[in-house]
Each structure stands twice: as C-alpha cells, then as structure tokens.
C-alpha cells in the first residue's frame, strides 16, 4: 500500500552508496546491451495532483521530488554517467487521462516508471500500457495478478505482495488465538481480491479462525451504521476490514454501536480517517510492511536523514516515513543497480539486473528478486502485522512497531 504525503520541501543531507561511474562508450562495448543514449536518464511518474485523489498526488509529488534531491546529492555523476531526471505527469484522477499519460511516457521513451496512478480503475490499464511497450516498472504495485512474471515481465515492487502480507496477517491470526471473524469490504477489487486471499489462507494457516459474518459496504459510503450491526451481532473477536477510502464512517459506526473488537485492516487507514478511530487504535493493527521491531529499534544514520527530510518536507503531516524510502528512493538505487550494471536502459538488461539481485540491501532494505519473484522485499521490513497506535519507533520516522 502506498503511502500519502503532503505539504513544502526541504533540502536533503544523508549518507549513502556512490555509484561506480563507467564511461557509457566502455559500457556498450563489454554488457552485450545497446549502449545509453546521450542525454539524461528519465524516469516517469504517474500521478494524480488534480481532481478526486489530488491530495495524494500532491503528495507523491513532494515526496518523489525530495528522492531524487537526496540521490543527485550522493550520486553526483548520476548513472553511469548521465544525469537523472524524473518526469511527473499529471492523470488528474480520471483513466482516461491515466492512459493518456501512460503512453506519453512510452512515446518520450523514459527509461522506466517508478509510480503508477492510485485510481484502481486506471493502474491496471497503465500497467497493461508499460506492459506492452516493454517498459520497466519500479513501483508499488497493487495487484494479484502482478505477481506472476511470465505475464509482466517488467514490473517490479520494492515492497511487499498481497499474497506476502495476507500470508503474515494470516500466521498472526494463528498466533493471537483468533476463532471468530467478521469481515467488511467495499467491494472495491483490490479489496475484495485481499479478502478473498486471506479467506484462502485461513484455511491452512489460521483454520480455527472462523467467518461468522461478512458485508459489503458502498465504495464512500457515509453511513454504514446498518452492516456494523449485522457484524457487532455475530459476537466476532477479530473484525476485518479491507477498504480502500472513506474509512471514518467505519470507525464512527463501530463507536456508535459500542462496540471495541480487535480491528485488522489496510494501512490506508493511516492517511484516510486514522483519527476517527479514537480509542479503537488501541485494538487495531494494519496488515503491511517497513514495520518497526520494537519501539526502541534504532535506524542507520542514512535511514534517519531520509526520514527526517521527507518528514520535513510535508509537515511531519503523516504515519510512517521509512515507507518513503521504499516508495521513492528505492526505486531510484535498484535502477541505479541495473542500469550501470550493464551500461544500458534496454528493457531486458534492466530486468536481467533486478532479476540477478539476491540478498542484497539498499539503503538499508534488503531484496532477493528472480526470474519468478518481483516482489523481492526480504528481511525485517518485509511483510508484517503492525500495531495502528503510538508509540512508534525513529523518532520523527514514525514507524508503526509490529503486533
């Protein structure tokens, strides 16, 4: 799940890896691939910063902006020796116009994409568009059907997969002694397909764990008093709810009907509604990743300036800024890794490197990608269940402590 940002930037300081610059006319000659072609190296984004979902797109913008400040800053001689930009189009929320840019981005021949739009409707078609014209994707990718390599050969995720983080939500209903569950979706796709793979899991992971009731809410719904009480009946320990915007409504009917279960959701609930849920944050957990250990886990001092910039850059305004460094600079490292690998942006020698990438750490995150996994995200920030409530760890970093 993406994280959702706000506010000005700021200037970046932080420690980091310098890339091995090689000449570009050496390169072409020794990696068999076509050589980088003159010019900076562009990267696309994918975003809305206009219409319905703009306060996210403003967001991400800040946030990818402030990215690659910090990495112009640690890698000075760019890529393999050319310069770094990143193209930030606006989809304005809508798929048509997220198509629009999807191919505008194929037809100025970006070397890759590293965001992709939030509108559920218009992702799956921008991928569909990347897909087709062979364009690597290094972006936070929302999708079962993502994970399957022969069908998209050039998208990639620097975090974890709907089937990695359902699995470890699943191993803690085991581990919590969870036996009867209630579950909510607002039958948006995504959400449904989570739900329909927890239920799967369940049945070996978790089979004590019993569905004793399940609804369905309206996408935005205002009032959802009536499916809260039909679950509050089924005398449920664990309520589960998969919804993707508009959870407020939720929190606010559980309240009015007295009611305090233990809460699994998205960690969306974080950037949309979190401070409606008032005493229930002290029951609620979030199936994700970049979680904390413990409260008191200590951060690399590059880990920390990155949090600290990106906190500094939107206000301190939202929960969990090492998901920051997974959404917008790593992105960056991992193609900074392939392209000077082999000295070139062909396709197939950026999905040969990421793919050869195996137990190796990025700022501090680290990956074991293949041929049949794009989903490498591996180690301590890889799939969790994480508490919802301060306190959190890294200071300003607010990282949500595992549950």
Request: aromatic share 8%.
């Given at each position: 799940?993406?994280?959702?940002?706000?506010v000005?930037?700021?200037?970046?300081?932080?420690?980091?890896?310098?890339?091995?610059?090689?000449?570009?006319?050496?390169?072409?000659?020794?990696?068999?691939?076509?050589?980088?072609?003159?010019?900076?190296i562009?990267?696309?984004?994918?975003?809305?910063?206009s219409?319905?979902?703009?306060?996210?797109?403003?967001?991400?913008?800040?946030?990818?902006?402030?990215?690659?400040?910090?990495?112009?800053?640690?890698?000075?001689n760019?890529i393999?020796g050319?310069?770094?930009?990143?193209?930030?189009?606006?989809?304005?929320?809508?798929?048509?116009?997220?198509?629009?840019?999807?191919?505008?981005?194929?037809?100025?021949?970006?070397a890759?994409?590293?965001?992709?739009?939030?509108?559920?409707?218009?992702?799956?078609?921008?991928?569909?568009v990347?897909?087709?014209?062979?364009?690597?994707?290094?972006?936070?990718?929302s999708?079962?059907?993502?994970?399957?390599?022969?069908?998209?050969?050039?998208?990639?995720?620097?975090?974890?997969?709907?089937?990695?983080?359902?699995l470890?939500?699943?191993?803690?209903?085991?581990?919590?002694?969870?036996?009867?569950?209630?579950?909510?979706?607002?039958?948006?796709?995504?959400?449904?397909?989570?739900?329909?793979?927890?239920?799967?899991?369940?049945k070996?992971?978790?089979?004590?764990?019993?569905?004793?009731?399940?609804?369905?809410?309206?996408?935005?719904?205002?009032?959802?008093s009536?499916?809260?009480?039909?679950?509050?009946?089924?005398?449920?320990?664990?309520?589960?709810?998969?919804?993707?915007?508009?959870?407020?409504?939720?929190?606010?009917?559980?309240?009015?009907?007295?009611?305090?279960?233990?809460?699994?959701?998205s960690?969306g609930?974080?950037?949309?509604?979190f401070?409606?849920?008032?005493?229930?944050?002290?029951?609620?957990?979030a199936?994700?990743?970049?979680?904390?250990?413990?409260?008191?886990?200590?951060?690399?001092?590059?880990?920390?300036?990155?949090?600290?910039?990106?906190?500094?850059?939107?206000?301190?305004a939202?929960?969990?800024?090492?998901?920051?460094?997974?959404?917008?600079?790593?992105?960056?490292?991992?193609?900074?890794?392939?392209?000077?690998?082999?000295?070139?942006?062909?396709?197939?020698?950026?999905?040969?490197?990421?793919?050869?990438?195996?137990?190796?750490?990025?700022?501090?995150?680290?990956?074991?990608?293949?041929?049949?996994?794009?989903y490498?995200?591996?180690?301590?920030?890889?799939?969790?269940?994480?508490?919802?409530a301060?306190p959190?760890?890294?200071?300003?970093?607010?990282?949500?402590?595992?549950?």
């Amino acid at each position: 799940m993406r994280k959702r940002l706000s506010v000005a930037m700021a200037v970046m300081v932080c420690a980091g890896t310098l890339a091995v610059v090689v000449p570009t006319s050496t390169a072409s000659a020794s990696s068999g691939y076509p050589p980088i072609p003159k010019g900076p190296i562009t990267f696309g984004v994918s975003t809305p910063t206009s219409g319905a979902q703009a306060s996210y797109g403003i967001f991400t913008k800040l946030g990818v902006t402030e990215a690659l400040k910090a990495f112009n800053a640690e890698h000075p001689n760019g890529i393999d020796g050319h310069q770094v930009k990143v193209q930030i189009l606006n989809d304005a929320s809508d798929v048509t116009q997220a198509v629009q840019a999807a191919n505008q981005l194929v037809a100025n021949k970006d070397a890759a994409v590293i965001t992709v739009s939030y509108n559920p409707s218009a992702d799956a078609q921008q991928l569909a568009v990347f897909t087709k014209a062979k364009m690597p994707v290094v972006a936070n990718l929302s999708g079962l059907q993502y994970s399957n390599t022969k069908t998209y050969p050039y998208l990639f995720s620097p975090n974890s997969s709907i089937q990695q983080y359902v699995l470890a939500s699943t191993q803690w209903m085991k581990k919590k002694g969870f036996t009867k569950v209630a579950m909510l979706n607002d039958g948006i796709a995504t959400d449904v397909a989570v739900q329909n793979e927890m239920l799967k899991d369940m049945k070996t992971q978790a089979p004590k764990a019993k569905v004793v009731a399940s609804t369905t809410i309206t996408p935005g719904s205002v009032d959802d008093s009536a499916a809260i009480t039909k679950l509050k009946a089924s005398g449920a320990d664990l309520l589960v709810v998969n919804a993707g915007v508009s959870f407020g409504p939720i929190w606010n009917a559980i309240q009015a009907a007295n009611w305090s279960p233990t809460i699994l959701t998205s960690a969306g609930a974080w950037y949309d509604g979190f401070s409606a849920m008032g005493p229930l944050q002290a029951k609620a957990s979030a199936y994700y990743y970049n979680c904390a250990n413990t409260t008191t886990q200590t951060f690399s001092a590059t880990q920390q300036a990155l949090m600290a910039a990106y906190a500094s850059a939107t206000s301190n305004a939202v929960t969990n800024y090492l998901t920051f460094i997974a959404t917008d600079s790593i992105p960056l490292e991992l193609l900074d890794y392939a392209i000077t690998k082999y000295h070139s942006v062909d396709p197939a020698a950026i999905k040969k490197a990421i793919e050869g990438i195996h137990n190796q750490s990025f700022l501090g995150f680290k990956y074991n990608f293949s041929s049949t996994n794009h989903y490498g995200l591996i180690g301590q920030f890889g799939a969790a269940t994480c508490l919802m409530a301060p306190p959190y760890a890294g200071g300003v970093g607010k990282v949500p402590v595992k549950s």
